[in-house]
């Protein structure tokens, strides 16, 4: 297939499926309204934590004043370019929404805890729908993607749980680096599904099979590392770690700081730390998400911080000739 054929068929020209950028670098994001079928003013989520793809899970943090407003088993996410100006004029799958949004997710409430001031709601998609790029490039992309064989141990992402997962990465996600640490046998791997609850407490998720997972499980001790924009091949070639073993530091590449408190030992090109103490964890669907309390957080350089978006999204952007700095891999 020659290039302008796939173009046309595909609607791609970026071709990584998540593509690398610097948070700070990124003009006109998208900003993400919830509504209920009850409540149709559209509700900014500022505050929301990706943590799971398989089913999709996102966890919204509202103030424990404002949290019944929303006490529905379905909401709707609408993702909007225009954050002032959301208007629920129209309907979609019976929720009020925005005619211009660009994508829309139907999740379904699972859980909830409280945080000191805050309530984490645990919404789990069951729907969604975008127009980064068109429908009959969306039908021929499936097509072309049920066509490839998986690699073994590859977490299939089929039909509308791929479009959610899609819809999800259509906000930068940032990449930060976990690192363990037992007899100064350390790992360190990527994770971009985590958050900060206000200052006290932190949520990762990580899939369950993982040698990763065992690790936070058994130290019950971690550091998470915002790092610079510039150590994107690093942070991606470090994701294999989820199923490697502890191993010896000099493996790493490291700075010659250590963490205040537990004294782990600092990746490179790190611009923010947090030691972290493991509070608790439960399942949900491939993944373990850990509730951790801050012990402590440092801030060491003023630098871009690592995320990425899904290519559908970096290819509306392009389209509508968003200027963006893509670091390709």
């Keep these: 297939m020659n290039a302008w054929l796939k173009r046309k068929l595909t609607g791609l020209t970026i071709s990584q499926e998540y593509v690398c950028i610097g948070s700070e670098k990124l003009i006109s994001p998208l900003n993400i309204f919830l509504t209920t079928k009850k409540f149709s003013n559209g509700y900014h989520l500022a505050n929301h934590i990706f943590l799971g793809y398989k089913p999709l899970i996102i966890a919204v943090i509202f103030p424990l004043a404002t949290e019944n407003d929303f006490d529905d088993d379905e909401v709707c996410f609408s993702f909007s370019e225009a954050e002032a100006q959301f208007s629920t004029l129209v309907t979609w799958k019976g929720f009020p929404t925005d005619r211009n949004s660009l994508a829309r997710l139907r999740m379904k409430k699972v859980n909830s805890r409280e945080f000191t001031a805050n309530q984490l709601v645990f919404y789990q998609g069951s729907f969604g729908q975008h127009r980064?790029?068109?429908?009959?490039?969306?039908?021929?992309?499936?097509?072309?993607?049920?066509?490839?064989?998986?690699?073994?141990?590859?977490?299939?992402?089929?039909?509308?749980?791929?479009?959610?997962?899609?819809?999800?990465?259509?906000?930068?996600?940032?990449?930060?680096?976990?690192?363990?640490?037992?007899?100064?046998?350390?790992?360190?791997?990527?994770?971009?599904?985590?958050?900060?609850?206000?200052?006290?407490?932190?949520?990762?998720?990580?899939?369950?099979?993982?040698?990763?997972?065992?690790?936070?499980?058994?130290?019950?001790?971690?550091?998470?590392?915002?790092?610079?924009?510039?150590?994107?091949?690093?942070?991606?070639?470090?994701?294999?770690?989820?199923?490697?073993?502890?191993?010896?530091?000099?493996?790493?590449?490291?700075?010659?700081?250590?963490?205040?408190?537990?004294?782990?030992?600092?990746p490179t090109g790190v611009s923010l730390y947090r030691e972290l103490e493991l509070i608790d964890s439960w399942d949900l669907g491939i993944h373990r998400l850990f509730t951790f309390k801050v012990i402590n957080a440092r801030k060491t350089n003023n630098i871009n911080p690592l995320t990425h978006v899904h290519q559908y999204y970096a290819q509306w952007r392009q389209n509508n000739k968003l200027d963006t700095r893509y670091l390709f891999r």
């Design 132 to 266: 980064f790029i068109s429908s009959f490039n969306q039908i021929v992309n499936s097509f072309l993607l049920n066509r490839i064989k998986k690699p073994i141990g590859n977490i299939s992402l089929n039909g509308n749980l791929y479009d959610q997962v899609r819809i999800a990465y259509s906000i930068a996600r940032k990449i930060s680096l976990i690192t363990v640490m037992e007899n100064e046998f350390i790992n360190i791997f990527p994770t971009d599904l985590h958050g900060a609850i206000a200052n006290d407490f932190y949520m990762i998720s990580l899939r369950i099979e993982g040698q990763a997972c065992q690790q936070v499980e058994a130290t019950k001790k971690i550091v998470i590392s915002e790092i610079d924009s510039s150590q994107f091949m690093v942070a991606y070639k470090l994701g294999k770690n989820h199923m490697k073993k502890m191993t010896n530091k000099e493996t790493f590449d490291l700075s010659n700081t250590r963490s205040d408190f537990f004294q782990f030992p600092l």
